[in-house]
Structure formats: structure tokens, C-alpha cells
T-cell receptor, first 114, second 114 residues
Framework: DAMVIQNPRYQVTQFGKPVTLSCSQT?????MYWYQQKSSQAPKLLFH???????NEADTPDNFQSRRPNTSFCFLDIRSPGLGDAAMYLC?????????????FGSGTQLSVL | AQKVTQAQTEISVVEKEDVTLDCVYE???????LFWYKQPPSGELVFLIR??????QNEISGRYSWNFQKSTSSFNFTITASQVVDSAVYFC???????????FGKGTRLHILP
């Protein structure tokens, strides 16, 4: 059973049209991450939540926002998508401070911008 | 600053050959964690191993083995008797102790040819 669920698997949006990607988890993990992965590149951390504390990476564009209304859900909002924002967006979770700390990833949402 | 370098962009080997994927890291922290993740064509990143900086013992798990050497800041990954199902992109990653962030290398795309 999937433990980190990302919907939709594929998302198409228009240039400048706001889009929201969703992530949910059944693991009750306290840390949730959003990574952006462009073709043939490493996943790049955009931001993460430690419980309710939001941690933004310094080079994450203001165009990218996130919400975590509760432990299970986290959203990535792209306010005005540009062509350069087309990428795979990966959500990951972990429970911080455990001996077996590792990231659990969802299957990702492939975003296309037309 | 933390950095992970995977110098091999792409490797192709014939099935049943052994293959080693290189990973070199940089960090100022004395305590840190190293990871390997596998990303098959389906896109989901799959955790393979986590190693603490104070544990330099090599690890073997079936056909997989990892060689951690602090003296050279390397954490190499070897697949013995490779199989076609091993074809994927492999990422080495690093996080500092008490840091929620995991930084990925650019990945090595591995092709196992039948």
C-alpha cells in the first residue's frame, strides 16, 4: 500500500495559471519535503516542514508556496507557472530523530506547462 | 556547505558484470549521514541504505555492497552480478546530524544490458 501519495500523477497547466500539487501520507511522519526534479538532474529541495515549522530554501523562487494544514497533508502551490517550472515534483516524508531515519518518497507529479 | 558529487553520469554494463558507482561528498560537519537511493523508470525514489559517519564498516546486502571511507570522503556502491532490473538512476545523498535536509548528488544512470 502506498504510504506517500501524490496526486495527480501527471498535471498539465498553462503558462501563468496557478496550480496546486498535493501530497498525503499515512505514516504520521513529522517532516515533509517538496523536491523539484528536472530531467536528468538531482532532486532539488524546495522547502520542508518540521511539524508546522516551514523551512524555505534560500534559492526557492517566491513563485513557489506551500501549505501543511495537518500532519497528513502538504500542498505545493505554484502561483504563476513558467515554462522553466516543468518538472517532476517529489514529496517525501520522514520521522526526525529516529535511528532509522530515511526519506519515504511518493511517486511524484510530473508537471507540464504549456 | 554540503555537496555530493557523482562523477559518473551514465554507465552501461552487460548483465552479470559487477559495477561500482562512485560518490564523493563534502561537509564541514563531523557527524552526518550518507544515503543511496534508486530511481527506476517509474520515478519513485527507493531507499537503499543509510550510513552514519562514525560507522565505517562496509555493508553487504545481497548483491549490493557499500564501501565507506572517511579518509577519501567517499561512499561507493557496488552491484555484484548485475541484472537488467538494476537499470535505474542511482543517487547518493548527504545530510548533517540534526539537519532535516538531505542533499542529493546528480545521479548515475545505470544501464544493464541483456
Amino acid at each position: 500500500d502506498a504510504m506517500v501519495i501524490q496526486n495527480p500523477r501527471y498535471q498539465v497547466t498553462q503558462f501563468g495559471k496557478p496550480v496546486t500539487l498535493s501530497c498525503s501520507q499515512t505514516l504520521n511522519h513529522n517532516v515533509m519535503y517538496w523536491y523539484q526534479q528536472k530531467s536528468s538532474q538531482a532532486p532539488k529541495l524546495l522547502f520542508h516542514y518540521y511539524d508546522k515549522d516551514f523551512n524555505n530554501e534560500a534559492d526557492t523562487p517566491d513563485n513557489f508556496q506551500s501549505r501543511r494544514p495537518n500532519t497528513s497533508f502538504c500542498f505545493l502551490d505554484i502561483r504563476s507557472p513558467g515554462l522553466g517550472d516543468a518538472a517532476m515534483y517529489l514529496c517525501a516524508t520522514t520521522i526526525a530523530g529516529t535511528a532509522d531515519e530515511k526519506l519515504f518518497f511518493g511517486s511524484g507529479t510530473q508537471l507540464s506547462v504549456l | 556547505a554540503q555537496k555530493v558529487t557523482q562523477a559518473q553520469t551514465e554507465i552501461s554494463v552487460v548483465e552479470k558484470e559487477d559495477v561500482t558507482l562512485d560518490c564523493v561528498y563534502e561537509t564541514r560537519d563531523t557527524t552526518y549521514y550518507l544515503f543511496w537511493y534508486k530511481q527506476p523508470p517509474s520515478g519513485e525514489l527507493v531507499f537503499l541504505i543509510r550510513r552514519n559517519s562514525f560507522d565505517e564498516q562496509n555493508e553487504i546486502s545481497g548483491r549490493y555492497s557499500w564501501n565507506f571511507q572517511k579518509s577519501t570522503s567517499s561512499f561507493n556502491f557496488t552491484i555484484t552480478a548485475s541484472q537488467v532490473v538494476d537499470s535505474a538512476v542511482y543517487f547518493c545523498a548527504l545530510s548533517a546530524w540534526r539537519d532535516d535536509k538531505i542533499i542529493f548528488g546528480k545521479g548515475t544512470r545505470l544501464h544493464i544490458l541483456p
